[in-house]
Each structure stands twice: as C-alpha cells, then as structure tokens.
C-alpha cells in the first residue's frame, strides 16, 4: 500500500484560539480541577478552572501592561513547570507567538532562535538562563524585556496589569482566529541550524482534538477514576506542548515535572498517582531494566525472566485475536498471567504511581517485545510517529487495534503516502505553515499541502505505518552497501548495560559502531558478578563487559545482511549528552557531531583491523 487515510472527525472546525477554552471550561464548571501544583513544600495542590482562568487573565493584563502586542514574538526559556503553562495560555490570550527555548540552550543558540524569530520579550526560568541570554543581548536589539520566574516574574507582572479592565484582554482573545500563528518552534538542529516551524492554533486544535477522540479511553475520566496525568516531556519540544494542550482542552487535570530522568521522576509518579503519561521510549526503557535489577538484587531473577515471557506471550496471543489470526492467550497462559499480574506486573504499575494503565511513546522506536511486555503487564502503551512540522503526532496505534512494532495508523484527519523513493509524506490540518524566514526550506519540504518528512517508511494493507530509517542517515559504504543504522542501534540497545549505540562505515570499507554504558545496570552487573568497582577508563576494557556487549552486537547483526553488519566496536567510557552538543533535547543522536567528536575512535576501529 502507498497511501491511507483516516477521514477527520465529524465535528464541527474549530473557531477562535487556543485560549479560549480555559475561559469557557471556567464559566461551564469552574470547581473542576484541571491541574495540580506543587507548592513550596513540595505537596500537590489541586487547581480550578476558575483559578486557573484567573492567573491567565492576570498573567495576560501584565503582559499587555508591560508593551506586549497581538503578533508579538516571546520567548520561553525553562525546564517544564507550572509557569510555562500559564505564560503559554496568557501569551496566547492576547495573540502573541510564544518562542519556546531549550533550557539547555548554549548563548549562540539562544541568539540564533532570538534574532531570526525578532523576539521583542523573553521568559527566562533563573538567573543562569538570564546571563546566558545577556552574553548576546547587545547583538538582539529587538529584544525590549526580560522576565525571571524565580525572581517573581508573575506577581510582578499580576501587579503591573491590575489596573486593567477584563473587556481589554477579550478583545485581544475575540481577535485570534485558528490560522493565527501559535507559536515557532525550532528544530533541534541534527542536521544543520535549526529552523522555525510556524504551527498554528489550528494546527493544535486540530491535532489535540484528534487524539483526545481517536483515543478516548485514555483521556476519559470516569467516575471516582479522574483521568489525569504527568508531564515531564520538555514544554520546548512539540510533543509536550500537544500533550498540554490536549490535556486542557480534554479537561485532564495534569501537573508538572521538570527533570526527565528516573530518580526525580518516579517519587512524583507515585505522588501524583498519573492514569496516563507519554514519554520517549528511553523511559519505558529505564522503568523496565529497574524492575528487572530489583529482581536480580532479591534474587528473584528467574521468576522475573518467566514472568516478562509470559507478558510477552499474552499481549501478542491477545493481539492476534484483535485481528482475528488467533484464539487469543490460553486457558494455561491466562493461569500464568494472573499469578504474575499479583507478583511482578502490580509492582511495575506500582513503580509508576499504581493508576497507570495506559501510556502514549514517541520519539523514537519503541522495540516491539518492551511494548508487548508493558502490554502483558497491564500498561497498555500507543506507540505513535510525528514531526514539529506535523504538530506531533501523525500516526498512532489505535485502542483495541494495536500493531506491536509499528508507529500505527495516520490520526483523523490525516492522509500518509509513500513517495516512490520510500519517504514518508502527510497531509492534514496538523501540517505547519513553513519555516520562519526560510521560503527555500519550506519549498523543499511542502509539495502542496503534502509535508516530505525525510522518514523512510512502509505501509501495510491496513494502513500502518513502519519506519525503517532516515533518507540522510543511510550509510553507504566504500563497496557501495547501503546501510540503515536505525535497526541496528536500536537492537544493540536492548542489553541492560548499553545505553547508546552509533553505527558508523560511511565510505568505510564496513559497518561498525560506537558503544556507551548505562552507569547504573553496570554497577548492578559489578555487584552481581562479585566484581570490585572500578572506574571508567579501567571498565571499557574489561573481557568480561566486552564479552557482554559482543552478544547485544551479534543480536543486532542476525536482522541484516553479513555486508551490513557491524564487524567490530568500541565501548566509551563517558556517554553522550546534550550538554556536549552530541544529543538534541529530546535525546536523539547528533551523527555529524558524535563522529568528529569521537573521530579518533572511529579512525582506530578500522586501523586496528588493518584497514
């Protein structure tokens, strides 16, 4: 197949701006409770509709106080919390573009995405964020203020519209219609200076709407069962910001945290009891392989093992009766799967807050056991495809039809089609306008209406959608093999103590790969192995770990061609982090800069092979 669509919803288009539901959810219930907060004690408290519509209102009076207009460019430079939900929906209010900026951001980024967008305001999260932005300041002259949120930028700001009458703001509101400009978000720059994607309120709108009823179950609240859920995706990236906006416009009360890593994260899932969360893979990476060494450490390892079996085994027999290619799990297996449900899967659901039973992951490919274990485990995860130009996500596997393995079929509204090259190409309301200031890239991206995502992609002939790799990350070789990492990364990823994976051989005479370590499944291999502790530089050449990390490559090599596979590798002894410009944000690889940074251990991977 080259192309399906899923038929857009029956409702009605959608009028007005994003805003306005925080205005129309206050006046139709306003002791709903459509959020939670943390307060200085670090207790949640819930918010109102009424409430919340009150700070909005406020926020957006001292914004107006303050110099800024409809059509004004604002940035927001910050982790994920309270406050940029409450900017956003204020700056949207009165018409302004906000810029969201990553908070890890280097001053020469910062200036890029500040002067090409002609911001006139920003929001910085602390002061390191305001000095980054003032090493460039005298080179931004449009740049008119800058606000501190843990300097009290919102009561400054209440304070300085108070003054203000309601009909001021409702004016500005009344004005925003669905093809106003939201907000310019950048890509993160993998392959070049990013670029300004121009999403409209519509864009959201209709991408939000889309997935609150193609995927009702998850965002319906039933009684004594509120809906709810935690967002801990970065507000800068696009996929967090359609999570918020879904989540307010489907009245899911949701709350806010700003570190993407386990330790932080896990108390708060428990805390806020989320029945919902999306997330990268990565994360239901690191929730499983912490179940997995809870397991060891008890000495439950072989228990853990069958039970993971059997999750697997029941989520694909279930699978294949929703497509009427099975019974579904036998009498024996459902025997089974109960006593694990009591014994190892509540303890996994309990991990993550005990409420959870469904989950949406984007991002990257989700490997197709893990979501089969999930699934088996009582988290049912919809894995899903999506691009900042197609306001997230464009495919996700539906309730009740989910594919294992698959980024699943276009939302409504959407149509996918197949270029003869292999790229993947889509169309809908959800596809942005074009990049800011960049009429050639938007030439080379738009095909009338039709958005070219640089994905390589199948659809089978029910309209689901596989990617099979990147069109500028394919590798071609000096025999002239093409090659795409993608597969192959992901599959060595998979052993417990890989936690990244490079595949190089671009003009090389064969294919071979960059390893690093996940620090703490090594210190729990240390431990069960009756090895002492030793550091990083001594770790990579121990035979043992190398021995370990051989098996996770010749798992990878039995998916391709012997021409394709990676004959031979090195293990890093430090990770690749943002922070050294080597992932974007949203913890993709940075290719180009891995292999110069590394370029020495690319170099030796062939000369000590005699190439």
């Not at 908070?103 to 500040?114: D, G, H, I, K, V």
Request: glycine share 8%; aromatic share 8%; with cysteine.
């Amino acid at each position: 197949m080259h192309e399906f669509t899923n038929p857009p919803l029956a409702s009605a288009p959608p009028v007005g701006g994003l805003a306005d539901v925080v205005f129309e959810h206050a006046e139709r219930d306003p002791s709903h409770i459509v959020l939670g907060r943390k307060d200085e004690t670090g207790r949640w408290r819930d918010v109102t509709a009424a409430e919340f519509r009150d700070e909005v209102l406020a926020l957006a009076k001292g914004l107006l106080a303050q110099g800024v207009r409809f059509g004004d460019r604002v940035a927001l430079m910050s982790r994920t919390r309270y406050e940029w939900t409450l900017f956003d929906f204020a700056l949207w209010t009165i018409g302004a573009q906000v810029v969201p900026v990553y908070p890890t951001s280097s001053a020469e980024q910062c200036y890029w995405m500040l002067y090409d967008a002609e911001v006139t305001a920003a929001v910085v999260e602390h002061e390191d964020h305001a000095m980054t932005i003032a090493t460039v300041i005298d080179r931004l002259p449009r740049l008119r203020r800058l606000w501190q949120l843990d300097e009290g930028a919102v009561q400054e700001l209440y304070e300085a519209g108070a003054h203000l009458e309601d009909e001021v703001v409702d004016r500005h509101r009344e004005a925003v219609t669905p093809d106003s400009v939201a907000t310019v978000i950048y890509t993160s720059g993998t392959t070049g200076r990013p670029k300004g994607c121009l999403l409209t309120h519509g864009n959201f709108m209709h991408e939000a709407d889309a997935v609150i009823h193609g995927w009702e179950p998850v965002f319906r609240s039933r009684k004594g069962d509120e809906a709810a859920t935690l967002l801990f995706l970065p507000l800068a990236h696009v996929f967090g910001r359609m999570v918020q906006v879904a989540a307010v416009r489907g009245q899911v009360r949701f709350g806010h945290q700003p570190q993407l890593n386990a330790a932080a994260l896990l108390p708060d899932l428990a805390a806020f009891r989320p029945t919902f969360f999306l997330a990268v893979p990565y994360i239901f990476e690191k929730v499983f392989e912490a179940a997995r060494r809870r397991a060891e450490r008890e000495g439950r390892s072989g228990p853990f093992e069958k039970a993971v079996e059997v999750a697997v085994a029941y989520a694909d027999a279930v699978e294949a009766k929703a497509w009427g290619i099975g019974p579904g799990p036998s009498a024996g297996l459902r025997v089974q799967h109960q006593f694990f449900d009591k014994v190892v899967y509540s303890k996994v659901r309990a991990a993550m807050g005990g409420r959870v039973r469904q989950a949406m992951s984007g991002g990257s490919a989700m490997d197709r056991r893990l979501g089969l274990f999930f699934a088996g485990a009582g988290v049912q995860i919809y894995e899903g495809y999506g691009l900042t130009e197609s306001t997230a996500a464009a495919t996700a596997n539906p309730p009740g039809r989910t594919r294992y393995g698959t980024v699943g079929r276009p939302i409504p509204g959407v149509t996918v089609h197949i270029a003869d090259d292999g790229e993947v190409w889509l169309r809908g309301a959800n596809v942005f306008q074009g990049y800011l200031n960049d009429p050639k890239a938007t030439d080379q991206t738009l095909h009338e209406g039709w958005l070219a995502t640089g994905d390589l992609g199948s659809l089978d002939a029910d309209g689901f959608l596989t990617i099979t790799g990147r069109k500028k990350e394919i590798l071609v070789t000096s025999g002239g093999k093409s090659v795409s990492p993608g597969l192959l990364e992901q599959r060595v990823r998979e052993h417990p103590l890989v936690n990244q994976c490079v595949v190089v051989g671009n003009d090389r005479p064969f294919v071979a790969a960059l390893v690093t370590l996940d620090q703490e499944a090594v210190e729990h291999w240390l431990h069960m192995s009756g090895k002492p502790r030793m550091e990083p530089a001594e770790l990579v050449h121990d035979p043992d770990l190398e021995t370990e990390v051989r098996r996770a490559v010749v798992a990878a090599n039995t998916l391709v061609s012997q021409a394709e596979s990676i004959r031979t590798f090195r293990i890093l002894a430090q990770p690749f982090t943002e922070e050294q410009g080597l992932l974007t944000p949203s913890l993709k690889l940075k290719r180009k800069a891995i292999e110069k940074a590394y370029a020495e251990e690319v170099d030796a991977l062939y000369h000590s092979r005699g190439s």
